[in-house]
């Protein structure tokens, strides 16, 4: 599925406040296509690097003002939400399809 600046347009104007800005985090990411870290029994098998790789994510959505993280992918959005609440970062993490609803 591809995101226009329509349909994101339309998700700004229902989901966010006045002024809301959409930006990639893979524009914020030098290695954007790098998993999560949560990857199955990848997280089990390898916690300390799953939670590294889950940090260098939430790293990034932070130095850029983000304050909304989506994915299509669940269990991407759980690792990332699961981090981030242990943390104590006050992002958000809607599947990309209550967003664009």
Same mark, same amino acid.
């Given at each position: 599925?591809?995101?226009?600046?329509?349909?994101?347009?339309?998700?700004?104007?229902?989901?966010?406040?006045?002024?809301?800005?959409? =930006?990639?985090?893979? *524009?914020? #990411? &030098?290695? %954007?296509?790098? @998993?999560?870290?949560?990857?199955? $029994?990848?997280?089990?098998?390898?916690?300390?690097?799953?939670? =590294?790789?889950?940090? *260098?994510? #939430? &790293?990034? %959505?932070?130095? @850029?003002?983000?304050?909304?993280? $989506?994915?299509?992918?669940?269990?991407?959005?759980?690792?990332?939400?699961?981090?981030?609440?242990?943390?104590?970062? %006050?992002?958000?993490?809607?599947?990309?399809?209550?967003?664009?609803?």
């Amino acid at each position: 599925m591809g995101l226009t600046a329509e349909s994101l347009a339309r998700a700004a104007k229902r989901h966010g406040p006045s002024g809301c800005k959409f =930006a990639r985090l893979r *524009d914020a #990411l &030098d290695d %954007a296509d790098r @998993c999560c870290g949560f990857g199955g $029994t990848f997280s089990v098998s390898f916690p300390d690097v799953s939670v =590294a790789m889950a940090d *260098d994510k #939430l &790293d990034a %959505a932070t130095a @850029c003002g983000a304050s909304t993280v $989506t994915s299509c992918d669940l269990s991407c959005l759980i690792h990332l939400e699961g981090r981030a609440a242990a943390r104590g970062l %006050a992002l958000r993490f809607p599947h990309i399809a209550e967003l664009l609803a």
